[in-house]
């Protein structure tokens, strides 16, 4: 039995993973905070990003526990990188595309860092 295709579920978990947690962390607050003051904040409050980051730690860790660091990476960045186009295509000025590709350059970076501690710990431990 060839067990190649295999290799393709944990960067499919964690694409899929990554994007429904934008959509239940972040995709439903679309409304920016304009304070007494007039300066303006949001739309995203800290502790949903990092409930954001929490939440993704559980796919990111299954994978990179099994040695998919490399998709445990490449997964979440597409997932977040996806959900943040479609979130923020809508801006009318374009910068938009900045943002994403700050998302994409963030997620890859951090993921692949945690990732490869991830893996690293598990196989000392095994």
Known sequence: M??????????????????????????WDQQRDVHPDGSVTGPYEAWQVVGLVLTLLVPVS?????????????????????????????????????????????SLAGTFAVSALIASVTRRGR
């Open 2 to 27: 060839d067990l190649k295709p295999l290799r393709l579920v944990p960067l499919l978990v964690t694409s899929v993973a990554s994007a429904v947690a934008w959509a239940a962390w972040l995709g």
């Open 62 to 106: 299954w994978a990179a526990s099994r040695r998919h660091v490399a998709a445990a990476a490449l997964g979440t960045t597409a997932g977040l990188t996806a959900a943040a186009f479609y979130d923020w295509s809508d801006d009318a000025s374009g910068l938009f595309v900045i943002g994403v590709g700050l998302v994409a350059m963030g």
